[in-house]
């Protein structure tokens, strides 16, 4: 075969000067053409001569012959536009060919879907690691996010639900290839082959530091960033909050004075809020009051002091709620307090939900969930404590909301400012006063004023908030993040939320402390000597009485037909009977005219809505999982309450405790449920034909809950009904 001139050897690929072939040209002065006295040679596949498709290019291919790349010369650039080989004869800027520095895009995982994602890697845009000084490796930081986002170790947070929320790409790591919107982003700059001055060898520029906008889009993502950015979407999420909120007060105050009876531990919290407000302090009622009671009769109640064992914050809620409801006559007056109460918690739970799921729709969905359960409705319609200590716990989780969101606003900014100096971050700038922080403090100090399980929520809200708060100094950049966030953030926290809290409880003891009639009151001066003597009398008379009601509560073991084991709440096991009327000895016409039927009931049972609290337990086990496998920040907020509110519980399971302590946390139950139904029905970004059948599913399932929920509801408002439609609600043998 002939073979071509020696003057048309192609350059090896390792050539540092790139020449082009040598060797004379074909007729245009084409400086690719094979020499003119090159041979033809036989065309083996019958389609021409060799020629007819173009010489060969410095890799031997003929790029107009069917199935090769087209010419250099005609549709693209020449192979030494792309730079001089490298080291290892690769041309690095040439198309396909891995950017230098850094490694290829694929070698930390796949490479993005349609969409941009990782299918199955995820990453919460509030907690990348922007590391602009290049810190470690990569692979340091974690997994890659869903939409092609940075690498992240954020414990609280990083998961699929805010990567998809997010609805933008994230940043790309150091070292990693950018994606296509990716921040900050290296600019390669190409060898100019024209200029002499050229220095192949120069390093790329490096970014420059990242704004306020920039730190602010990965502390809170976009999503939340528009949330209230435009007046449309404020007026709808209060069109919302205010619609639903409507509808849960009419479930709350329809025939609210039905029973005209003393509900199960009413006849404790509410003759005490009375007393709270006719004498100052919880005062004797003597034998029986009850009938006296029900009738408006409160000559009974004496000026003794009657000995208790929870603070007194809802019982005054309660007595306030009677003196301006009607007085103690009034059975609507009796649960006035917790009626505003539990419909106030519908409204928070919109406001929350709509912010920790940056969405309008996903608040009312709560919120919605929410003014339908059982408990919630039954507990808003009966005046315990628990409503109260329900509100204060939830409220305190919204300020805690609202201070992450500020407290990153604040951090974004000064970041920012750090950086645009010329300055190291260090640890992070400090964050000034929060004053949302201070108002969860306020908060639970009133819960605990309630009760003292609002310890557990003070306890398991404050590691939260630090939680967020390392997250986000790594977020930006700091580096010793561990160490900042314990001496900037958790120290702080530590004082502001348990000082505050610890001021408020001692501060709810008011009218104890101003009346010396009060139970315990005067125990100093009777027992001089003893209890902590640095203390002032009053304090110490406090601190013993703390003693006792401890003392009570570690004791009380005895049996009660309703008592229930704490595991059996998240799926109400065994319900509360708050109430059974006395229509069960109702006849011929009086029945038909009580119910319309010959036998009649009224009851009043305490157990939420089958369909929330069984999909609810469900939902609890896939919010553990993408917790734990994916590190999603809105996954651990959503089972914060549970781990407050109902986990301590399960190591005093030998005491007398009720189902229906479980209202202190279904709000975070219907969150929990809320967000697996987000991973249902999956981001806006998706095309809607993906979402369609999801979001079909998801409506035909919050339809049922609502159903149920109105047909248990006379079952939950204490209606007499006919007998057999009371049977026909009791769906478990437990519940009875």
């Not at 520095?101 to 690691?129: I, N």
């Not at 009876?261 to 009051?289: M, N, Q």
């Amino acid at each position: 075969m002939p073979q071509p001139h020696d003057d048309a050897v192609e350059p090896t690929r390792g050539d540092p000067t790139g020449a082009r072939p040598t060797g004379a040209a074909r007729s245009g002065d084409d400086p690719w053409a094979p020499p003119s006295g090159r041979p033809d040679e036989p065309s083996s596949h019958g389609l021409g001569r060799p020629d007819e498709y173009g010489s060969p290019d410095v890799y031997g291919r003929r790029p107009d012959a069917p199935g090769q790349d087209a010419r250099p010369d005609d549709h693209g650039p020449r192979p030494d536009e792309f730079g001089p080989p490298d080291e290892y004869g690769l041309r690095p800027d040439e198309p396909g060919r891995p950017h230098a520095p850094g490694p290829r895009p694929d070698d930390y995982g796949a490479r993005p879907d349609e969409y941009g994602a990782r299918p199955d890697e995820y990453a919460h845009p509030d907690e990348r690691t922007l590391n602009p000084g290049g810190l470690g490796r990569p692979d340091e930081y974690g997994r890659p996010d869903e939409y092609g986002g940075p690498r992240t170790t954020s414990t609280d947070g990083p998961g699929p639900h805010d990567a998809r929320r997010a609805g933008t790409p994230a940043p790309d790591e150091p070292g990693a290839a950018p994606a296509p919107t990716a921040w900050p982003a290296t600019t390669l700059v190409l060898p100019d082959p024209a200029g002499p001055d050229t220095d192949p060898t120069a390093p790329s520029p490096r970014p420059g530091p990242p704004s306020k906008d920039e730190l602010l889009e990965r502390l809170l993502g976009p999503a939340t960033l528009a949330l209230d950015a435009t007046r449309r979407s404020r007026l709808v999420g209060w069109a919302w909050t205010l619609g639903i909120t409507v509808f849960a007060g009419v479930l709350r105050f329809w025939n609210l004075g039905s029973p005209h009876s003393l509900v199960f531990d009413e006849t404790y919290y509410v003759k005490d809020g009375w007393a709270l407000v006719t004498r100052g302090y919880e005062a004797e009622w003597g034998d029986d009051p009850n009938p006296g009671f029900e009738a408006g009769d409160d000559s009974m109640l004496s000026t003794r002091a009657e000995y208790f064992v929870h603070p007194q914050v809802g019982k005054w809620l309660i007595g306030l709620g009677m003196k301006v409801g009607g007085g103690m006559e009034s059975s609507f007056a009796w649960r006035l307090a917790v009626a505003v109460i539990g419909t106030l918690s519908v409204l928070l739970m919109v406001r929350i939900a709509r912010r920790l799921f940056a969405s309008n729709a996903w608040g009312a969905v709560a919120g919605g969930v929410l003014a339908v359960d059982g408990l919630a409705i039954v507990m808003s319609r009966t005046s315990l404590l628990d409503p109260f200590l329900m509100f204060f716990s939830l409220a305190a989780f919204g300020a805690l909301l609202l201070d992450r969101e500020q407290s990153r606003r604040r951090l974004a900014e000064r970041s920012a400012a750090v950086l645009a100096g010329g300055r190291d971050l260090g640890w992070g700038p400090s964050l000034g006063m929060r004053w949302w922080r201070l108002a969860a403090g306020v908060l639970l100090g009133l819960a605990i004023g309630t009760k003292w399980s609002g310890l557990f929520f003070l306890a398991v809200f404050g590691l939260l908030t630090v939680a967020w708060d390392a997250t986000a100094r790594r977020t930006v950049g700091v580096r010793m993040w561990p160490v900042a966030a314990l001496v900037k953030d958790a120290l702080v926290a530590a004082v502001v939320m348990v000082g505050s809290a610890l001021v408020v409880y001692v501060g709810t003891w008011w009218s104890w402390f101003t009346h010396p009639q009060a139970w315990g009151r005067d125990w100093a001066e009777t027992h001089p000597g003893e209890g902590l003597q640095l203390l002032p009398p009053a304090l110490r008379s406090l601190v013993d009485f703390h003693e006792q009601m401890w003392i009570f509560h570690r004791n009380l073991d005895s049996p009660h037909t309703y008592q229930a084991h704490p595991l059996g709440w998240i799926v109400q096991w065994r319900p509360t009977s708050f109430y059974w009327g006395d229509v069960s000895n109702l006849t011929g016409a009086e029945a038909q005219d009580a119910c319309g039927a010959d036998h009649c009931a009224q009851a009043v049972l305490g157990v939420g809505n089958p369909v929330l609290w069984w999909a609810g337990a469900a939902a609890v086990l896939v919010a553990l999982f993408w917790l734990v496998r994916y590190r999603d920040w809105v996954a651990g907020a959503a089972l914060s309450g549970l781990l407050a509110g109902w986990v301590p519980w399960l190591f005093y399971s030998d005491r007398t405790i009720f189902t229906f302590y479980a209202i202190a946390f279904v709000p975070w139950v219907v969150l929990t449920l809320v967000y697996v139904l987000t991973l249902i029905v999956g981001p806006p970004t998706l095309p809607d034909r993906a979402r369609r059948g999801a979001i079909i599913g998801v409506g035909v399932f919050l339809g049922l809950l609502v159903g149920v929920g109105l047909y248990f509801y006379p079952i939950w408002a204490g209606w007499v009904v006919p007998y057999d439609f009371w049977h026909q609600h009791i769906w478990m043998r437990q519940w009875v």
